[in-house]
């Protein structure tokens, strides 16, 4: 047993990093949205797999418009990413100004009713409209970068297995990081970064220091919704498969990232999406070798579920969040 998990590592690790990459940057949406507002936009999940439906649109319209065959893929992935990204964002904009701005007084309760209905429109809207355009709400789209890359393992195939990642995959891990970096250099390096950690410290004096919180508020929700509609058009490339479904579990899972890293640190989301890939990742390929086959990849969920319920039990600020006292 031990050998056939050793021999399957290298792929895990592959695998688990890509998956990893994409719970992380959806995570940044839920941790940024709670810094600034403490309210968990459950709606996030599926401004996500809005992305990855915007993304895959654009492609069969390139194609159809003979682009695809013209341009070299890099700049049609980039151009893709930042299509959906700006449709996204201004989602995400409209999500707050509808849905959430008018509560913001109310109970949080409140606030997460509103969120979770944003959700299921969402949901119904995007199956509608694909349904409407294709006859089907399950969508196969177009991969730009087809193909396998052999991770060499020759002089280790007593121990490791050859292992095949897509280039797609590269990609992924690629695009991720870039974005997780330039998100962090804005809120570390730049004035409207500042703002918004003044923001998400004290809204009240922040205010009172000139600082326009509804320009940072919407700010925040343009970024954290872009960072979502990115992260969908990887997922699309991906997995090639997409439905307006993809966004829940997925969401769910992004929402546990970002607990277990510290809801509100950004470097902690971004290490909690990593950390819940790799051990799903990890647990799908070999739980059914640890139980001898009674349980299949399909259990992996559980893991990160159980992450969840674990953190909030023992750490419940996370693992680099900070305890905050009840303001009596």
């Known amino acids: 047993m031990l050998s056939s998990i050793l ?14 990459a994409i719970y992380a940057v959806v995570a940044l949406g839920y941790t940024m949205v709670y810094g600034i507002l403490e309210l968990i936009n459950f709606a996030h999940g599926e401004v996500f797999m809005t992305g990855a439906f915007v993304g895959t649109a654009t492609l069969f319209i390139f194609d159809d418009a003979g682009f695809l065959s013209s341009a070299p893929g890099w700049i049609v992935y980039f151009l893709v990413i930042l299509i959906s990204m700006i449709i996204t964002g201004l989602l995400g904009v409209l999500i ?11 109970p949080k309760l409140i606030s997460l009713i509103s969120a979770i209905g944003v959700s299921f429109v969402l949901q119904d809207l995007i199956r509608f409209i694909a349904e ?21 393992t020759s002089s280790l195939s007593s121990t490791f297995n050859d292992s095949f ?31 918004m ?9 922040a205010s009172l220091m000139s600082i326009n919180v509804n320009k940072v508020i919407v700010l925040t929700f343009f970024i954290g919704s872009a960072l979502g509609g990115a ?15 993809i966004g ?14 510290g809801i509100g640190n950004i470097r902690g989301a971004m290490f909690g999406g990593l950390a819940i890939g790799l051990l799903e990742m990890f647990a799908s390929a070999n739980l059914g070798l640890i139980t001898h086959g009674n349980f299949g990849s399909e259990y992996k969920d559980v893991f990160a579920f159980a992450i969840l319920i674990l953190v909030l039990i023992f750490k419940p600020e996370g693992l680099f969040g900070r305890a905050v006292k009840e303001k009596v």
């Open 7 to 20: 021999s399957s590592l290298p792929q895990v690790l592959i695998d688990g990093l890509a998956l990893g």
């Open 96 to 106: 707050e100004r509808i849905a959430y701005r008018p509560l913001r007084r109310a």
């Open 132 to 152: 409407l355009i294709t006859g089907n709400y399950i969508v196969s789209g177009i991969s730009l970068f087809r193909g396998t890359f052999e991770l060499g």
């Open 165 to 195: 990642v897509k280039n797609n995959t590269f990609i992924i891990i690629g695009v991720a990081i870039l974005l997780m970096l330039a998100l962090d250099l804005f809120v570390n390096r730049t004035k409207w970064g500042v703002a």
């Open 197 to 205: 950690r003044a923001v998400a410290q004290d809204r009240e004096t």
């Open 231 to 245: 992260t969908g058009v990887l997922f699309a490339q991906q997995y090639g498969t997409i439905d307006p479904y």
């Open 248 to 261: 829940y579990i997925l969401g769910l899972k992004a929402f546990t990232a970002a607990v277990l890293g």
